[in-house]
T-cell receptor
Framework: NAGVTQTPKFQVLKTGQSMTLQCAQD?????MYWYRQDPGMGLRLIYY???????DKGEVPNGYNVSRLNKREFSLRLESAAPSQTSVYFC????????????????FGPGTRLTVT | AQSVTQLGSHVSVSEGALVLLRCNYS??????LFWYVQYPNQGLQLLLK??????LVKGINGFEAEFKKSETSFHLTKPSAHMSDAAEYFC????????????FGTGTRLQVTL
């Protein structure tokens, strides 16, 4: 049981390049999330997927797109990378079903450290 | 709308001393509250969570937190700090909805000295 896995671990891009961050979970969770972490700002939600087949914007969606490929996988795409997107990106998942969906904790991957020059 | 404020971006304690990390929340609905810990170059790990079953919540590694509605607080404590507690700690809140979207505080880095 690997939990939440993310690839790659590190990536350096030039401004304007594109890339996709991959995330997979093997816990049969319904909901998946993408966050970015910047110094002094905590984690901020980029996009989330409450269930397979749905995606919604979070707090900072501009410059990103997502795909919920199936129940296990949720990818984050940067179409034209900018230096402001230099950050550590975390994927997370949670059970989140039913009336008490908001009470379920999230399980986090190890992160992808992205630098855009 | 919901938000979290963590007072003190850095806290330093001596080994064996009390750890107190402060968290205040704002939420328009009864909140669910979480504390996560992040060790260097790792993801976040759940320490404990409040889901209205009990106001005093015990977590892993000897940590606990008390939900105080009147003070809108959810402070994290540990009676005796250990060197291995050095990490960054995040308080988070989620509200009603079909997914447990979390709003995080800005984090508190705990330093433990000999």
């Amino acid at each position: 049981n690997a939990g939440v896995t993310q690839t790659p671990k590190f990536q350096v891009l030039k401004t304007g390049q594109s890339m996709t961050l991959q995330c997979a979970q093997d816990m049969n969770h319904n909901s998946m999330y993408w966050y970015r972490q910047d110094p002094g700002m905590g984690l901020r939600l980029i996009y989330y997927s409450a269930s397979e087949g749905t995606t919604d914007k979070g707090e900072v969606p501009n410059g990103y797109n997502v795909s919920r490929l199936n129940k296990r996988e949720f990818s984050l795409r940067l179409e034209s990378a900018a230096p402001s997107q230099t950050s550590v990106y975390f994927c997370a998942s949670s059970v989140s079903s039913g009336r008490l969906s908001s009470s379920y904790e999230q399980y986090f991957g190890p992160g992808t450290r992205l630098t855009v020059t | 709308a919901q938000s979290v404020t963590q007072l003190g971006s850095h806290v330093s304690v001596s080994e064996g001393a009390l750890v107190l990390l402060r968290c205040n929340y704002s939420s328009s609905v009864p909140p669910y509250l979480f504390w996560y810990v992040q060790y260097p170059n790792q993801g976040l790990q759940l320490l404990l969570k409040y889901t209205s079953a009990a106001t005093l919540v015990k977590g892993i590694n000897g940590f606990e937190a008390e939900f105080k509605k009147s003070e809108t607080s959810f402070h994290l404590t540990k009676p005796s700090a250990h060197m291995s507690d050095a990490a960054e700690y995040f308080c988070a809140v989620s509200g009603a909805g079909t997914a447990s979207k979390l709003t995080f505080g800005t984090g508190t880095r705990l330093q433990v000295t000999l």
